[in-house]
């Protein structure tokens, strides 16, 4: 708030200059009370300014009595997630009556550091949603991998003042904290400097280990899982997530742990949201209609997504609908059996109907983060995979999740050690490449599980340091793939018998795009389509999604990083030969 | 929090290094759930670092069952009103629980300035209460009287930035601030500025009106006074307070306005509590049983005096009893039927037991705010009444409250024009003498309804401008009554027949005292005596505090200031002559 402002939004409030926009006849949702009321609401300067009264108003739009509800804000999401720029995520999410988002954009700092940071503040910064970012705090995620950057303190002390940073991200490495790493405080110790918030990443932390985590002063958790680890992070002074994403979705399950007693401290987010799940099933208002439909009461869901998370972040100026509030907020016909907003209006400014934006948001030129690919001396060679014995560690895709199992298996290989593909055995080559540095460095590795009979898939995200992955069958297929993504600066792409079946493009940072949702929609389902029918990847796993956790050191059992196989339950590198 | 406590208080959750003391069987109060839970509860460095779990502890304390408690957060009160210094107010209200209190120290501001704001600052910070302070918004409180200071937005952004001033002290002025009055909007500004709070003081505003003072970003309220007032204001965002002072008792006025949707945005409060009060009932305990024994949850009680209010002041290090929050708290053996502390602990310290202090807190010496008395030119001829008429216009005392009445009378005058006191008619004079700054400014009035018969009552508590105030029939005890408190430097003062018949001695800024809490107590006791059986003051009203608020000129409908009789409802000065 300014003081001219203020003026303003007094002196219309007083009726004593005309407000820009009134919406007629809203049922109003009261999120301060869990309640609605019928009332013309006013708007002026992008502000709500009061209810009813004597007052008027340039334009009008008549709400027919439907339930007018505050924007909704996603407590935490990766906006890379969705392979869109901002402004296209914006367009995208908008329509579905997210007005706010929260995001760490860890993955394109992972690729380009404080370059992919600045990219996103810039990219986010004049669109209609709303985006904060949480600062970075786990890059990269491990020690075990080469990722495109290190951001440490110093780095957090540069930008945590400007006031679009709430705070430090999702807090992951829990042993850092727990164990008082002078690191990790260091980190932390920027929050306690500025007061903001820590987000922590705590699956299935409890008791002690829960009570250090906290007192290190992390506030928020994505990571539940069980009704009985919710009310108990909340009873420990943490607001608790209902996160419904495309792979982890955390609403059912925890939602017989929200009570009467205890919804206030209760947020929802999406955390990773795939382009095809957003076009599908929507954003955060998914995981709030979910909610409603089993049990949950609508105004104490909408006001989890709304009050609750200005509240946990201190956005004073959002998250309901009140006098001198930010006019965010949504028309929608009922609210008890899930929520689909009709029309959005952001600042008090019509912006999408019927699930469509009606105006598309302008997009920034992706300096410094395009093409992000220093490859050094890859060739099919790098991809040689001679493990040293017959007895080999695989890893064991286990559909539905990222948690890969600790497998073993007896191999074939040739004359010089080299691992030779039989058909009918499921056992596929892995490799990862390093693309940040030019360091040269790879690593393969045997995996069971993908189901693809003959080619290669290879993608440049790869969890969280978004080196290239590909597998496959043949070294010919696998080094096309990764020459293709090299050559683009990034993407999704299959090859099969030395020919390109399918890519998807990401030129920003090998993550993103600037292309349409649109395209970026109907792209990835003809290439789903291809993965199942030409390379017959098995139907109960993601082609895609699979691949890109699979590098990722910090989810049990095996995972492979550019510096080789990691047994993520004893934290350290192993051979592939057993 | 620091980096280095926060390495403290991990080692010890984590049960690495011992603990300072452990709480042991406590049925601890889940603000967050509203609900309790047993537990052992570790604490260091003042500091709770959590449950059970492994860990040691240097010292134990066996809580037995008892239920342990968030220290109660009063948010919002005038420390002034107590009679006490901050040290001494300290142990008086902590022995009842109260741990932290929101304290607007406007009157000693009007007396002192920023003299009485620093002093206020020095002598509340090495006490075991936390106290916060609110920039005063309203000093002078109108333009109708002489105060000893004016304010200025320059003076609120020299303070504003201190962490212990949480923003802009109950805005008085609604007028104006809903016509957008410069100086007033300039005082705002200073609070968005820094993103501080505004507390709001909004008797029986409602509608249009409270849409515009809350769309200046005011955002809490203490004047309601019914349900659906309070109703309103939540559903237009403002936290609405539940007051329980001396004078003004709305717990039970508005108690039904509250529900399981709205609790959230509810606080308890004080305002101002006299020093008998405190004594007889307690602190913002009082009112939180009150609630409790009238019907509301005694969880839902509790988080209204603890977390709701460190929510709504952004006081995240307290409010709650999880790991990294303050070690504030107390046991108590029940909760159904209000709440009266057994033990009190601050930073983990036991310092009050079973309603007393263990070690008196230390006081400050109140230099610059000592006998703030300049008053020239007084003599028994200020007293002098001289209506021009015998049908004047009277202050009606009506009981029970601040409001007086317009009334009229036919009095009897001497040949030159003086009026003369009739017994038996209860017909007094009133006189108000500005003592800040010299002016030899007085004015007189005539009072109805106080009942004294014979004698003088004066002080120099005398809202908001605290000028001396006196009532009496003759001008020789009224001009004796003043001389007392000028030579004193303030307080309260009793005359007849030249003798004086008691005094209580507040000689920092006339309106408090260094003494202790049980002299002052034990004072005031003995001068309510005297003043009904002496005086003969009427035993329907309180002839201290009746005569504290003649000078209050915001408050319909005769009220008296050293500049005249004033009429609040037409806003301006009138004559005594009808």
Chains 1, 2 share one sequence.
């Not at 810039?122 to 904060?132: C, G, N, R, T």
């Not at 599908?280 to 709030?288: D, K, P, R, S």
């Not at 298996?409 to 693309?435: M, P, T, Y």
Request: hydrophobic share 40%; proline share 4%; net charge negative.
């Amino acid at each position: 708030m300014t003081k001219e402002k203020a003026s303003v939004l007094i002196e219309t409030a007083m009726g004593r200059s005309d407000a820009d926009l009134v919406i007629r006849n809203a049922e109003v949702v009261d999120v301060y009370s869990r309640s609605s009321f019928r009332a013309d609401v006013y708007i002026k300067d992008g502000s709500i300014v009061g209810f009813d009264g004597d007052r008027k108003a340039k334009a009008e739009h008549d709400a027919k009595g439907k339930f007018l509800i505050p924007g909704f804000i996603d407590a935490h999401c990766h906006i890379e997630s969705s392979h869109l720029s901002p402004a296209e995520f914006s367009d995208t999410v908008v329509p579905c009556g997210t007005t706010t988002v929260i995001a760490d954009p860890h993955e394109i700092c992972n690729v380009c550091g404080l370059d992919g940071l600045d990219y996103m503040l810039k990219a986010s910064e004049d669109i209609p949603l709303s985006v904060f970012l949480m600062f970075p705090s786990c890059v990269p995620a491990t020690p075990f991998e080469h990722s495109g950057a290190v951001l440490e303190a110093g780095d957090i002390g540069k930008y945590i003042d400007n006031p679009r940073i709430l705070g430090l991200g999702e807090m992951m490495n829990y042993p850092g904290v727990v164990s008082g790493d002078q690191k990790v405080i260091d980190k932390l110790g920027e929050a306690y400097r500025t007061g903001k918030n820590i987000d922590g990443h705590a699956p299935s932390i409890t008791g002690q280990g829960l009570d250090g985590y906290i007192a290190a002063g992390i506030t928020t958790d994505h990571e539940c899982e069980t009704p009985q680890e919710l009310q108990e992070k909340v009873r420990k002074g943490m607001y608790v997530m209902l996160r419904q994403g495309t792979a982890c979705r955390n609403v059912l399950q925890l939602l017989p742990g929200v009570n009467e007693g205890n919804w206030r401290r209760i947020l929802f987010c999406t955390d990773d949201r795939q382009p095809q799940t957003i076009s599908e099933e929507g954003a955060v208002n998914y995981g709030v209609s979910l909610a409603i439909r089993n049990g949950l009461d609508p105004f104490t869901a909408i006001a989890a997504a709304t009050l609750n998370a200005a509240e946990c972040y201190g956005l004073k100026d959002r998250g309901a609908i009140s006098p001198g509030k930010k006019a965010d907020f949504f028309l929608t016909s009922s609210i008890s059996g899930g929520i689909a907003p009709d029309e959005v209006f952001i600042d008090g400014v019509l912006v999408a109907a019927d699930g469509k934006i009606l105006e598309k948001a302008v997009h920034t030129e992706p300096v410094n983060v395009r093409g992000r690919m220093d490859v050094k001396g890859f060739s099919k060679a790098s991809l040689s995979c001679k493990p040293g014995s017959d007895h080999v560690r695989v890893i064991d895709i286990i559909p539905g999740g990222v948690v890969t199992g600790a497998g073993e298996a007896f191999i074939k290989r040739d004359e010089s050690g080299e691992w030779i593909h039989e058909d009918g055995k499921d056992i596929l080559k892995l490799a990862v490449i390093e693309r940040h540095h030019g360091t040269g460095n790879s690593a393969v590795a045997l995996i069971r599980g993908y189901g693809m009979r003959h080619g290669a898939v290879a993608t440049s995200i790869a969890h969280d340091s978004h080196n290239i992955i590909v597998i496959g069958d043949n070294d010919d297929d696998m080094a096309a793939a990764v020459e293709k993504l090299i050559s683009i600066g990034g993407g999704i792409t299959m090859f099969k018998d030395g020919r390109e079946l399918g890519t998807h493009v990401l030129e920003i940072a090998g993550l993103m795009t600037d292309d349409t949702a649109e395209n970026v929609v109907k792209c990835l389902a003809a290439m789903h389509e291809t993965a199942e029918n030409e390379l017959h990847v098995s139907k109960e796993i993601d082609p895609f999604m699979t691949l890109c956790f699979m590098a990722l050191p910090v989810i049990p059992s095996y995972k492979l990083t550019d510096c080789g196989l990691f047994d993520v339950r004893s934290f350290q590198f192993v051979s592939n030969a057993l």
